[in-house]
């Protein structure tokens, strides 16, 4: 495949280039599990992407949006690798801090009190 200005990239390809996977099997994988969607529709990994696609990587708790500018078929350096698309995406929500319930090591068992309080924490009441 000619790496000078192609009319047409493997999906697969694409992402591991501009560093969206970390790895070109990895792309592969999301593509076969759903989480990636070209121009809106779940898309096989050998699909063909072209300047101006629209596509969408499902992440956990969020959904990331691109445009493609620019087709590579090598993996380039992160400054190279964001000029060849356009970040859409909404902002990152916020991490949610869920209170987790400690108890000492060699504490013993819980008392009925201690237990009352690890169902409320959990919601169970």
Same mark, same amino acid.
């Given at each position: 495949m000619p790496t000078s200005d192609p009319a047409s990239v493997r999906l697969d390809v694409w992402l591991w280039s501009v560093r969206l996977f970390k790895t070109r099997s990895s792309a592969t994988q999301g593509c076969r599990a759903g989480h +990636?969607?070209?121009?809106?529709?779940?898309?096989?990994?050998a699909q063909p992407v072209r300047v101006g696609d629209r596509v969408s990587v499902k992440r956990p708790?969020?959904?990331?949006?691109?445009?493609?500018?620019?087709?590579i078929v090598k993996r380039v350096g992160a400054p190279?690798?964001?000029?060849?698309? +356009?970040?859409?995406?909404?902002?990152?929500?916020?991490?949610?801090? +869920?209170?987790?319930?400690?108890?000492?090591?060699?504490?013993?068992?819980?008392?009925?009190?201690?237990?009352?309080?690890?169902?409320?924490?959990?919601?169970?009441?």
């Amino acid at each position: 495949m000619p790496t000078s200005d192609p009319a047409s990239v493997r999906l697969d390809v694409w992402l591991w280039s501009v560093r969206l996977f970390k790895t070109r099997s990895s792309a592969t994988q999301g593509c076969r599990a759903g989480h +990636v969607r070209l121009n809106g529709a779940p898309v096989k990994a050998a699909q063909p992407v072209r300047v101006g696609d629209r596509v969408s990587v499902k992440r956990p708790g969020w959904q990331q949006e691109f445009e493609v500018t620019r087709l590579i078929v090598k993996r380039v350096g992160a400054p190279v690798a964001v000029k060849c698309y +356009v970040d859409r995406s909404p902002p990152r929500p916020a991490e949610l801090s +869920v209170p987790v319930a400690r108890r000492d090591r060699g504490a013993g068992r819980p008392t009925k009190k201690d237990r009352r309080e690890l169902e409320r924490l959990r919601g169970q009441r």
